[in-house]
């Protein structure tokens, strides 16, 4: 319990402005190179500030103490690929929000803009201990729009609300099959995958030229200002969403995610990034990322992948169980995704096997590096690395107490703080956070 007073419970959890908080005698996974057994992690106005062996040296008068004997502490979980609120629960026609599927390219859309922020299936992740999530629109397209990264947090009116302060945005891609049949079924290009790069290349030329346009009218203002702003100011060009979106990706302001399976259509990828001058932040999926683990260490680029989802179409077919473990032990960035309303309950288990599976091929790992597949690489992938992801003094009080290692299939997260405040605590009474289930539940269940 959180303090003597029943009252406080609630008031804690709902406070934006909460009291400071020490977890103690808990065994302490930083994601960030330490452990700390028994260790402590104090945090207060949504920073952390301190982590380490032992106690705190200097605690404050009003903090609130939770005697984490027997239990573990990590990092907030963080989904990179999450469709949460854009297929919303229950999965019906009304909520297919995901796919903006009328034409190949459509960088002008935004899923922040489809988000629901009623999704029930957002109580469940924070149940499963997700703090953050990155929410992309789907692959049916080639350019399907941009991606937006959120806080799990009860009470949201609308999906603004949930923004992750300093996230930059992301730009959802994607190659192979899913274009090629949905455009191919409509006897339309792309129906192949030269179709599906041919269109693509014309998209990005076409985002170059607007990209120069753009950047000659901000040279004109700029001479405007300078002359002392005589006269009219220069006119701006005509506004396209769409290309205007790609530019910024050429320009680096977006980063660019990727939904890829087979190595030789991110090879396409990488060759065709390099052309126009922009980097991939990431594969999705990508359960052939094995095969060019060294090039993609080499490049700096992520994979988020599953831990062992495959066969369900011909180009997920040659995964393996290790994909992870290999791109690890490779130097490259490995990361553990949901991409499912189920999986994402349940992340830290999804980390448990491919992270089993890497040591049982014999590969050298460390638990941090699997805790790092769905905390600090995932940050990383989302560009917020700087601000989340770890237990470390200065960043985002993201955090997670579990009953039991976090690798067991028993484990169950008791508390889950966001920014300090706790959005879950297991064992209260609770009560729904999306008014769709409000009087569908008892008066008190126990999550």
């Known amino acids: 319990m959180l303090g003597d007073d029943e009252d406080s419970v609630e008031s804690f959890r709902v406070s934006m402005q909460p009291a400071p908080v020490l977890i103690e005698n808990a065994r302490v996974l930083t994601a960030d190179g330490d452990r700390h057994d028994p260790g402590h992690v104090l945090f ?9 062996p032992g106690t705190a040296s200097e605690v404050p008068d009003d903090t609130v103490r939770l005697d984490a004997a027997g239990r573990w502490v990590t990092p907030g979980i ?58 992309l629109p789907g692959s049916a397209n080639l350019v399907g729009g941009r991606s937006v990264t959120l806080r799990v947090r009860r009470g949201a009116m609308a999906a603004s609300d949930l923004l992750f302060p300093g996230a930059p945005e992301g730009v959802k891609m994607a190659c192979g099959e899913n274009p090629k049949r949905v455009y191919g079924s409509r006897n339309r290009s792309p129906a192949t995958r030269m179709g599906n790069v041919a269109v693509l290349r014309q998209a990005l030329y076409d985002a170059r030229t607007t990209l120069r346009e753009l950047e000659a009218h901000e040279e004109e203002l700029r001479t405007w200002c ?14 396209n969403l769409q290309r205007e979106t790609l ?11 990727v939904h890829c399976y087979r190595a030789d259509e991110m090879r396409v990828m990488l060759d065709l990034a390099e052309e126009f001058g922009f980097s991939i932040r990431a594969f999705h999926h990508a359960v052939e990322a094995y095969k060019i683990a060294d090039e993609l260490a080499v490049r700096e680029v992520a994979t988020a992948t599953w831990a062992d989802w495959w066969g369900f179409k011909l180009e997920a077919l040659d995964a393996v169980l290790e994909n992870a473990a290999l791109l690890t032990v490779a130097g490259a960035r490995a990361v553990i995704h949901s991409d499912s309303a189920y999986d994402i309950q349940r992340l ?42 770890r237990l470390a003094p200065g960043l985002r009080a ?21 920014d300090g405040i706790a959005q879950t605590v297991r064992g209260e009474a609770e009560h729904p956070w999306s008014d769709f289930e409000l009087g569908q539940w008892p008066n008190e269940v126990q999550p």
């Not at 469709?83 to 019906?92: E, F, K, R, W």
């Not at 530019?247 to 995610?257: T, V």
């Not at 040591?359 to 940050?379: K, Q, S, V």
């Open 226 to 239: 300078e002359d002392g702003a005589r006269g009219d100011a220069p006119e701006p060009p005509a506004r």
């Open 78 to 135: 963080i989904d990179a690929h999450s469709h949460l609120g854009v297929y919303a629960t229950p999965g019906v026609d009304a909520h297919s929000d995901g796919n903006e599927a009328t034409a190949p390219i459509t960088a002008e859309v935004n899923a922040l803009h489809s988000f629901w922020p009623q999704d029930p299936g957002l109580q469940r992740a924070s149940a499963g201990g997700v703090t953050t999530i990155h929410v």
């Open 247 to 257: 530019a910024r990706l050429l320009r680096g302001e977006l980063l660019p995610q």
């Open 398 to 418: 993201d955090v997670v107490l579990w009953s039991q290692h976090p690798f067991s299939v028993y484990a169950r997260a008791d508390y889950v703080f966001v």
């Open 348 to 389: 830290n288990q999804e980390a448990a096997k491919a992270y089993f599976a890497g040591l049982a091929a014999g590969l050298e790992l460390t638990e941090d590096d699997a805790l790092r597949w769905i905390t600090a690489n995932a940050a990383w992938v989302l560009g917020i690395d700087h601000l989340t992801g």
């Open 44 to 52: 207060a106005e949504g920073r952390i500030v301190s982590v380490g």
